[in-house]
């Protein structure tokens, strides 16, 4: 079935490249973009049909999570094409996170903490969408994280296996067009955010589930990197909605040596020693989990404004 698939969504790649040339659904290089020529966008369609792949094979037994996948991805193809504005954006992400938490049974909890709840998942998919800037990095660390979260899973299976299999194989189809010094296409916001809710909706199922912080560390690599960037854009006063180049990934790119791809790759290995940490971690009592969830957010934290302030003397 998996050879299956991914023929399947190799086929949809070559399809949706022709379609999207023809159409002009491009990605035009700007003062704030980290590419030089235009580029097709929405390439991480991939990752929305390889999600309704997998819900044929069950029957669609994940409702509420195939409407909100559906959903988010319909309203970020739209904005791929014509630009929406964050008013128009913002609700629409918020009721996909209330039906992904539904989904999850949050709301049989006190009203407080899928309010919470909703607020962070709105946060968590626009800071993945921010994270989205060069080429390989949302492929490769999507990658890193999905194995992380198969590999906390595989033992005590709460999230289908089958679903994060059937996204890494997007991902690896999507790879093929992206992880390259001139990409052909894009993931495009139907890429990034559709990821970014299904990774939520993982994340999220493992919180409430096992009870524990650790699984933060999952997603700890981008999630420094956005909420440093957003504090320190709050600071200056700038639009935190609008695009930039102060995330630290693009300041290696602008003020290293290093390609976009090793940048994307330096992630996402720094990301899988964090899984190997979860991993080693997990068998000890929760009390563990605590302090040592503080400790890496608080290093990760520390590195990063280190790293932040080597590459603003550099400018």
Known sequence: MYIITFL?????????LKLADKLNIIDKPNQRSSHTVPTIRGGGILFVVAFFLY??????TDTYLSIA???????????DMVTLSAKIRFPFQMVTVTLVIYQIGLFNLPIWIPLITIFLGTAFINFFNFMDGINGITGLYSIAVLIGIYIVNFNNPIISNKLIVYELLALVVFGCYNFRKKARFFAGDIGSISMALILAYMLITL?????SPIYILLFVVYGADATITVFYRAMIKENITEAHRHHIYQKLVDRTLLTHLQVAALYSVLQLIMVAFVWLILP?????????T???????????VFIYTKMEKKS
């Open 69 to 79: 996948v559906l959903l988010i991805a319909t309203v970020s193809f739209i904005d």
């Open 8 to 16: 399947i969504l190799s086929l949809v790649s070559i399809v949706y």
């Open 207 to 211: 919180f409430y589930k096992f009870e």
């Open 294 to 304: 503080g400790i890496v957010m608080l290093f990760m934290m520390i590195l990063y």
């Open 55 to 60: 819900q044929i094979t069950t029957g669609f």
């Open 284 to 292: 000890y009592p929760i009390e563990i989990h605590y302090i040592f």
